[in-house]
């Protein structure tokens, strides 16, 4: 509302925000994670944009009671939480995601520094912590973590559904706090690394770079939706981070040939709008042969001629025998990550042709997805008569609109150089730690 200066609505909204309570009977429960992201995230984000000082007592109302979820052995969270009480109970799984446990910092730590509150800074800092002294090889954090010994259950790699804000936020809260926190970086670094040299592949005919999952040492070849934030990702620290030549090329390459891929997933379908997942056609009959990383060493090797290794941009394919890759799950759920990649790639490299694609999206969704109140998820992609699904999620409010919003704009209303997005898309001013912040968080 503030950024589209609704601001009839936005201050009936800030009223009622201003007295919520939060209040839950004793049989509630709040999910950590998605409370954090999305009502927490989104407090904050208003306070930040808007300086109304009424949305601070909220916000540290909710945060205190979240913040109980942390009451673990090891200080991993729970999944979710008793407000009142500070009662916590499991989910669907006995451990901990690690986008669960790695997506609260950015809120915490702005949650710390506009309060002057220590005790939001260091429950959060100490997750960090626990998650880097797990001394996994190559820092390929895994997906599950048990809250009882700090150290991951399973050996799946990934930046799909169970991990990928985890690696979004230790970029964003390095930039959030002003490049003031070298374990975020570090963490940062190391984890994109292992993604380049662990997940991504090329397929064999199209030369589509893709990121995938492995388990152990074996890829499923499964390309998520949701791993279309990582081209943004990529995109945002070439621009802000002082990497090494070689870094920024891996980084830069990867970004814009991944960025692609999610597009030309939407294109290549008969909506335009894109499928929840694909399976990705590997090289045959070695897999491995597929591994961008190798691919990038034969060209370095032949002296780089021709186009860098998963960065061709060739044509549309409508027949879907010939895509390198096959549907899994082929409905469209409103989400935002290949518009958020749209997004960061338009304004982290300038060129047109990224915001045009993302018009095209705009356009899908126009045609396919809206209906006469509202927005609704597809069933099915690549047919012109899909079904609707009757569902339309918050994050397509949050997030899907306002990347595309954002992306339209002529201004730059929130520039990347003075916020960060969390990953509900609430954007967080860029601060600077105070002198006895520094002290007490040992940043100095």
Known sequence: MWIMELKDEWNDAVTEVANATFSQSSSEYAPFFETVIRYLGGVLSAYSLSGDSRLLRPAEDL??????????STGLPMFAVQLKTGFTRQGWISDVLYSEAMSCQLEYKFLAHVTGKEEFYHPVEHIMQVIEDSNTPDSAYPTRWSHVTGQPTNQEFSVGAF????????LKQYLMSSKSEPRALRMYLKSMNAIIDKLLYVTPNRGL???TDTLGVLASHKFEHL???LPGLLALGAVTLDLSPKDLERHTWAARGLAYTCYITYADQATGLGPDEVTMTPFAPNREEGLWVKQLALWEKAGRRGQVPGLNEGLLVKESGKRDYNIRTDGWFLRPEAIEAMFYMWKTTGEVVWRERGWEMFL????????EHGYASLRSVDILSPALKDESPSYFYAETLKYLYLMFREDDLIPLDQFVFNTEAHPLHVFEWTKREKEAYKLN
Do not use: P, R
């Open 63 to 72: 945060g205190s009671g979240l913040l109980k979820a942390l009451n673990t």
């Open 163 to 170: 991990a990928d804000s985890g690696h979004e936020y230790l």
């Open 209 to 211: 770079l893709y990121v």
């Open 227 to 229: 791993s279309c934030f």
């Open 364 to 371: 899908a969704i126009e045609k396919f997805a809206k209906t």
